[in-house]
């Protein structure tokens, strides 16, 4: 088992990585005796994982709350039901939430916890990669709105997080690859020396070989801890994490969150905002193409449909959370490893890009 100190001084916590850690007791659960706990999950991961947590929390008094499955259940009402389950078994200010499933159960949950009592303890145990890598850390939590995605949420950070690498091995293909996507943002924001290592190591990652994963997964977790720590409220630096983030939330509210995963969205957003940087001669030419290279060694998409009107999607752009003084921020790279927010590109530049990472078919 291995480490990572999400470091925020009184708020901070730590990020448990190992395999077959579910099921036994853990010091990620340091919940006390006869208190009581609601577990949050959904109806995949439930029949997979749900007794085994059950299992390790002796001594505390455990609920459960199963919800549909998928990022279009992200919803008031979702949010609604997990309040509603904690008032049914009349919770009270030292009970703690703990969510099992994907980032939109942890986000989700994570709300419910921020809003329930004006804020209760909670505990991610994160099931997708991507949940693992990115969703379950930093205490971004929320629900989407039908004009756009995570319109609604607090800063909530977890008490602990719990990534047991085992539970990828019922995680889909399609699953998976989309966790890549947010591997991959970390790196070209950030970290070029990982970035190089991934390109390296896919044919190990798309195999789910054991140690690139623990490795891959506690580089990631490492690197955003470490924004994270320096911004947690998205004042600042830690707005670079949103690369790619701005037109994917586009995509995934004018597609109504049911054609692409949040990581596919993101993909393709990487490529458009990757494409902006060069013809705006912000970073090297070749960069798109060698981002792009990496996104298809992990079987991800790179163009945008082409029957989503450009001007919908800046128009989406509009309400997004990052919109500051009614101008977008983007976020762009300057060279592998190394991002910048940007609110200097002008609609037309903007619209350039995009129209050239759309489909034609």
């Known amino acids: 088992m291995q480490t990572v100190n999400v470091r925020l001084a009184e708020r901070s916590y730590e990020v448990f990585i190992g ?4 099921g036994q007791p853990h010091a990620a659960f340091n919940i006390g005796s006869g208190a009581t706990a609601l577990v949050v999950t959904n109806d995949t991961v439930a029949p997979l994982y749900m007794d085994k947590l059950i299992k390790s929390l002796a001594g505390v008094n455990v609920h459960s709350l199963v919800l549909p499955d998928g990022e279009t259940y992200k919803t008031q009402e979702s949010w ?13 200010r030292d009970a703690t939430v703990i969510t099992l499933g994907g980032g939109v159960i942890g986000d989700m949950g994570g709300f419910a916890a921020a809003s329930y009592m004006r804020g209760i303890n909670f ?22 709105h039908p004009s756009g995605k995570n319109l ?6 977890p008490a602990s997080v719990l990534v047991d690498i085992r539970t990828l091995d019922t995680l889909p293909d399609r699953e998976f690859s989309a966790g890549l996507s947010e591997v991959v943002k970390i790196a070209a924001i950030r970290d070029a020396e990982f970035l190089s290592w991934l390109e390296e190591h896919a044919r190990a990652i798309m195999a789910r070989e054991p140690g690139s994963l623990t490795g891959m997964i506690k580089r990631s977790i490492e690197n955003k801890a470490a924004v994270v720590a320096e911004d947690e409220r998205e004042a600042g ?12 939330h586009a995509v995934e509210t004018l597609t109504g969150y049911r054609q692409f995963l949040h990581g596919e969205a993101v993909a393709m957003g990487m490529m458009v905002a990757s494409r902006l940087s060069e013809r705006r001669g912000l970073c090297e030419a070749g960069f798109s193409e060698r ?15 082409g ?6 999607i800046l128009e989406t752009m509009k309400l997004d959370k990052k919109v500051i003084a009614g101008s977008v921020r983007l976020i762009l790279v300057k060279s592998a490893g190394q ?10 530049q903007i619209k350039t890009a995009i129209e050239a990472c759309q489909a034609t078919d």
């Open 291 to 305: 981002l792009g290279n990496l996104l298809t060694l992990f079987d991800l998409p790179l163009m945008l449909p």
């Open 19 to 22: 395999s077959d850690m579910l």
């Open 123 to 144: 505990i991610q145990v994160p099931t997708t990669l991507l949940a693992q890598v990115d969703a379950s850390v930093g205490g971004k939590t929320g629900f989407n």
């Open 307 to 312: 029957n989503l009107d450009v001007d919908d």
């Open 80 to 92: 609604s039901k997990i309040i509603d389950a904690l008032i049914e078994v009349r919770a009270t």
């Open 339 to 348: 991002g910048l927010i940007d609110s200097a590109s002008d609609k037309l």
């Open 152 to 157: 609604v949420g607090a800063f909530h950070q």
């Open 237 to 248: 630096v830690r707005a670079l994490l949103n690369f790619g983030h701005s037109f994917a």
